[in-house]
């Protein structure tokens, strides 16, 4: 642990909150076995996947096809309305873009950065897993994402995934990237704001906290949400949120004709592990992510970024 990296940390975070999170990280480190809902994670036994994977797909002579498909970002447009919206923000534009894995697959960021460069939009969002692999070096992954990063229109709002340690923070906000960690920005247009809240992960950490990310927001007020997973939908849902945007499942990553997924690492409903979605009066929004997570590969599941456009309504 680099000690110039935890006193960042802690003037950051504070102590307490700095240390948690590094010793949840390393009891967790290199563990294929989580703990409570969500047993078996995949992603941390990368090793065997990664062959298992790679072998089933050459093995069916798809191999060299669902590589090109993870290779090729789509753009992706949704408009949402809400009664609630300040009208100074018709038509407020968020650039949300999920699920990285800057390391894995190098064509597909320079893709990315193809895309980003000439895109309007007022504000962007990055929703967590910037790291390849779960454990290890996290200095490539930054360095990749600061290659993307200028290309993007400041101001950019980030959360963490499963995949990043909070080591990297320090790394991402020299960037000019706000991390919100269980925090809330507010955004404000001529006399008027919306909220931003971040939350840390809550899939395989679970070091979220909606209600201290919540707490700053005024009742009735329209708020927007980041969680890395749409996990959480019920508690954000029931602390107000108007809007709610998540990545973490890549839509299936390897999913049958259809868009069909073979599994989503994620407990909760299907239609919600990708795309639009509503839950009570909150709006949801899974990406399916620009990045490939253990190998970069996609069947059935293209990999996109997602301009979505807030109407009155």
């Known amino acids: 642990m680099d000690e110039e990296i935890l006193r960042k940390l802690e003037i950051r975070l504070g102590p307490l ?8 990280e390393r009891d967790h480190e290199a563990q294929v076995f989580g703990q409570g809902l969500t047993f078996f994670h995949l992603e941390n036994s990368s090793w065997a996947a990664e062959w298992i994977i790679r072998n089933v797909l050459k093995a069916t002579g798809l191999y060299w096809r669902a590589r090109q498909n993870a290779e090729r970002i789509l753009v992706k447009r949704n408009e949402m309305s809400f009664k609630t919206l300040p009208p100074p923000f018709e038509g407020f534009t968020i650039l949300h873009v999920s699920d990285l894995h800057v390391d894995m697959n190098e064509v597909a960021m320079n893709r990315l950065v193809e895309l980003v460069g000439s895109m309007q939009y007022d504000v962007c969002v990055l929703t967590g897993d910037y790291r390849g692999r779960t454990v ?11 290659r993307v990063a200028t290309h993007l229109k400041r101001p950019i709002y980030a959360v963490l995934g499963n ?7 320090p790394g991402l906000e020299a960037m000019g990237i706000r991390v919100l960690l269980n925090e809330c920005e507010p955004i404000v247009r001529k006399d008027q704001r919306i909220y931003l809240a971040g939350i840390d992960d ?9 209600e201290k990310a919540a707490l700053s927001i005024p009742r009735g007020e329209f708020s927007i949400l980041l969680s890395h997973t749409p996990e959480v939908y019920r508690q954000a849902a029931h602390a107000n949120f108007d809007l709610m945007l998540s990545g973490h499942t890549h839509g299936g990553q390897i999913c049958l ?9 994620a407990v909760l409903p299907r239609r919600m592990g ?9 709006i949801g929004y899974t990406s399916v992510g620009a990045g490939s997570s253990v ?11 997602t301009l979505h456009h807030l109407r009155r309504g």
């Not at 995949?163 to 923070?169: A, F, L, R």
């Not at 990708?274 to 909150?282: E, I, L, S």
Request: aromatic content about 8%.
């Open 163 to 169: 995949h990043d340690t909070i080591q990297m923070v």
């Open 202 to 210: 809550a899939h395989f950490f679970r070091v979220d906290n909606i």
């Open 257 to 265: 004709p259809g868009s069909i997924p073979i599994k989503l690492e």
């Open 295 to 305: 190998v970069p590969v996609r069947l059935n599941c293209p990999p996109e970024i």
């Open 17 to 24: 909150h700095a240390r948690q999170r590094l010793g949840i």
């Open 136 to 146: 290890g070096p996290f200095q490539p992954a930054l360095d990749g994402v600061a």
């Open 274 to 282: 990708a795309g639009p979605w509503q839950y009570r009066d909150m």
